[in-house]
């Protein structure tokens, strides 16, 4: 017998204006064909219709307003993207039931409010790409970009130069990205961006619907919404804005895991001004404090850079003695070296290579031995662990505790493991350790 394959939703297009916004809309189409939808030629056989809008003089708005209107008259299904997208009260107020208005270059915004509008019914047929999208990483953990460049300028950075000012996805397609990723096996979301505590802060105002509420676009909203999705959410490159307080709690309560990966860089103020460092806040140390009395698992994951050009003995030791305080989790360290294009190589007060390296090794030493001691302070614990690999010769596997990131930290060796699976989450008795690793068995799920 036959499989009736369901039916792909029809998408109309109506393009106006220049031919850059010709290559917009083809660039839409394009995508929108590649997530499986079909295109529809004429007004009544389309399930949603997108019109594509010029702005560029009054007399093009109004060509613009009036194809919205003669879509609206015939279909009534209309999203409308384009130059217009800035003015969208005149729309609104002329068409009130448009269903979405985006602007130019909005090519995610205008994607999303299709399938939003038109989903697109599951099935391996309609859908060449798996609906996770084509993933480098297991399939247990996935890296979840969640904006893309940076408003800093920090001085050995170029990144902003390359990519540009901050720009946030918004959350709704993060939420429906990240419950894709779920639905395809992955247990753990590792939120990335240039800097996650800026999340939404070019978007704050436009919160979005997810499952019958409100998102607003704010690292804490995003995290707990986060949270109800996958088992394991972990948030790397948090600067520490004051508002990264409000995510402490959401670890407490097991919503986002208690590991917070921050780029201190540094400890010294001439330094991290020198850096211009963002959140160069001089309370740190307390707000450590304070962080671990709300969740005292917390894991905090950190690089620093030694032999930054001015960099004096007084800036180093004044680091090491922070470091004492401090007692971070997990520190990577980097001798400073001059990225072409960056502002820091016209600073002055070089610092000579074997002073660089002499202070590595001292950081170094200092960093894993308390590591080691943290590490050692977990014998005896049972520990929740999530399996990246197992040797079914052996029987050993080897996973991550929960304040450990892949690649980047340590590993739990396991022995009498062989019957796991990879992405399993399992509680392990922890019997070792040494400077960067646990050892242990597992007592169940
Ligand atoms: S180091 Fe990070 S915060 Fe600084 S400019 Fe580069 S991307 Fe932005």
């Known amino acids: ?47 949603v219709v997108l019109v594509n809008t010029c702005g560029f003089l009054d007399s093009a708005k109004e060509e613009s307003l009036e194809a919205i209107g003669e879509a609206m008259a015939e279909n009534g299904r209309v999203i409308v993207t384009g130059c217009m997208g800035k003015e969208a009260e005149v729309i609104r107020t002329r068409f009130p039931d448009v269903l979405a208005i985006t602007g130019a ?30 993933k480098l990483t297991p399939r247990h953990y996935s890296y979840l970009k969640i ?19 901050l720009v946030s996805r918004r959350p709704d397609a993060i939420l429906r990205e990240a419950e894709k990723l779920v639905a395809a096996g992955t247990k753990e979301l590792l939120v990335i961006s240039q800097d996650t505590s800026a999340y939404g ?17 704010h690292m804490t909203d995003l995290a707990r919404e986060l949270g109800k999705i996958a088992p394991w959410v972990r948030l790397h490159y948090v600067y520490p804005y004051p508002h990264v307080d409000s995510v402490i709690p959401l670890m407490a309560e097991g919503l986002v895991l208690p ?16 850096m211009k460092r963002p959140a160069n806040d001089a309370k740190v140390l307390g707000r450590l404090k304070q962080w671990r009395e709300i969740c005292p698992d917390i894991a905090i994951r950190s690089t620093f850079v030694v032999g ?9 030791q004044y680091l090491m003695d922070w470091l004492d305080e401090a007692q971070l989790d997990r520190v990577g360290a980097f001798r400073f070296e001059p990225v072409e294009g960056a502002a820091a190589n016209d600073l002055p007060g070089a610092v000579p290579e074997e002073i660089k390296e002499e202070r590595y090794a001292r950081l170094m030493e200092k960093t894993a ?77």
């Open 1 to 47: 017998m036959a499989t009736k394959l369901p039916e792909a939703p029809k998408v109309g297009m109506v393009s106006l204006g220049c031919p850059k916004n010709l290559v917009d809309s083809e660039r839409i189409l394009t995508k929108l064909r590649s997530d499986g939808y079909q295109l529809s030629g004429d007004y009544s056989g389309a399930d």
């Open 105 to 134: 270059h909005q090519y995610e915004e205008v994607v999303g409010a299709v399938h939003t509008a038109a989903p697109m019914p599951p099935s391996a047929y309609l859908n060449l790409v798996p609906d996770s999208g084509l």
């Open 147 to 165: 904006s893309e460049g940076c408003n800093h300028r920090c001085a050995f950075c170029i990144i902003p130069a390359l990519r540009g000012d």
């Open 201 to 217: 802060i070019d978007i704050r105002k436009e919160p979005r619907q997810w499952k019958g509420s409100e998102v607003v676009p």
């Open 259 to 274: 590991y917070l990966d921050i780029p201190f860089q540094h400890a010294s103020r001439d330094v991290l001004k020198a």
């Open 308 to 316: 930054f050009p001015g960099e004096t003995e007084e800036d180093f």
């Open 369 to 445: 031995a308390i590591s080691a001691a943290k590490l050692q302070a977990k014998i005896g614990r049972t520990l929740e662990v999530i399996i990246d690999v197992v040797d079914s010769e052996t029987g050993g596997a080897s996973g991550r505790s929960q304040a450990d990131a892949p690649e980047i930290d340590g590993e739990v060796h396991l022995r009498d493991a062989g019957h796991l699976t990879e992405g399993d989450i399992v509680r392990v008795a922890i019997e070792d350790a040494d400077e960067h690793d646990l050892f242990g068995a597992p007592v169940g799920y």
